[in-house]
């Protein structure tokens, strides 16, 4: 199965300077690096009409051209797996991902993903960049999220994306006791010595901002709606922390539990059992990719979270000594 694309942009001061193909991938967001190099070595995609290298210059004003053919991702295998599916059209899918489902192959992780169950259930999004993921969720993050299902789709939800006109809204219980909501404008890149976390970083990180506002506060947490302005990895996670209230159950960003003093044993108990961050995509609103239609999508918040939320309105309710 392939599909045949014709792309021109023009690369401006927010662009360049910078390599070919990392030019290429901030002016085609929706195709990975890897494609994009071997479209520049193919003499598929081309700079100002001339084949060129990845690693060659490119300045304000170049003109990147793509006629391509868009091939079947062949590493990605599908996978008759359970997808809970909210909604779907030619155009694209809403999943409602549970805890524990990984997202997209990598490394560790190529088999038992939620994009080895969509190309079971959907063969076409072979085709597509990255099987049709246009953001992610963390593997320990239940909720929604939007999957391209055409390319005329995956390129109006990125552009949406991008445009911050895609509405993201999480429930979250964080540890400790918040007084009021707020917003959290800090930049995010990878941790500087473990390569596998992200943290605020004055330099070199990228744009990030968090919004926030209390629903309920316990004498411990607090049950917070959390809304993204951009889409960073492990954007809340880093910034609640950043600002001294990590969620609950993260074992990255929380570090180890203190247990609050007096508490009961349900309690206790409840705490153990909950072995994730308190994490889960509610709210999903953009724009239909070809009608333009406003379409809303909500997930009631999983048997885990609401348990946990039962426990703490009756065993650690807001009033309690804190200890």
């Not at 942009?9 to 662009?15: C, G, Q, Y």
Request: aromatic fraction near 6%; include cysteine.
């Amino acid at each position: 199965m392939e599909q045949h694309i014709e792309r021109s942009a023009t690369a401006d001061a927010a662009h360049t300077p910078g390599r070919l193909d990392q030019v290429a991938a901030r002016l085609f967001p929706e195709f990975s690096r890897a494609r994009l190099q071997g479209w520049i070595r193919s003499g598929q995609l081309t700079l100002n009409g001339a084949t060129a290298r990845p690693r060659d210059p490119v300045v304000c004003g170049a003109v990147l051209s793509l006629s391509a053919v868009l091939e079947e991702e062949t590493s990605w295998r599908a996978e008759d797996m359970p997808l809970a599916l909210l909604y779907e059209d030619e155009h694209f899918i809403v999943v409602d991902k549970p805890a524990g489902l990984v997202v997209h192959p990598g490394a560790g992780n190529m088999h038992g993903t939620l994009v080895n169950a969509l190309l079971h259930h959907r063969p076409q999004l072979e085709t597509l960049p990255r099987g049709g993921i246009v953001h992610r969720l963390d593997k320990d993050t239940s909720g929604l999220l939007v999957v391209a299902a055409s390319l005329t789709a995956h390129r109006s939800l990125v552009e949406q994306l991008q445009n911050k006109t895609v509405r993201r809204e999480y429930y979250a219980i964080a540890r400790g006791c918040l007084t009021g909501g707020g917003t959290v404008d800090a930049p995010i890149g990878r941790h500087p010595q473990q390569r596998t976390r992200m943290a605020v970083r004055e330099r070199g990180g990228r744009e990030a901002v968090t919004h926030y506002r209390l629903l309920e506060r316990y004498a411990h947490f607090t049950a917070l709606a959390v809304q993204l302005e951009t889409g960073r990895t492990h954007q809340i996670r880093v910034h609640l922390a950043h600002r001294g209230y990590p969620l609950l159950g993260d074992p990255v960003y929380g570090g180890r539990l203190r247990v609050p003093g007096g508490a009961s044993q349900s309690l206790l108990d409840a705490l153990d059992r909950f072995r994730r961050q308190a994490l889960h995509a509610r709210r999903l609103a953009f724009k239909h990719p070809v009608t333009g239609e406003l379409r809303e999508f909500e997930s009631p918040i999983p048997a885990d979270l609401e348990a946990l939320r039962e426990v703490l309105a009756t065993d650690d309710p807001w009033g309690t000594p804190r200890q």
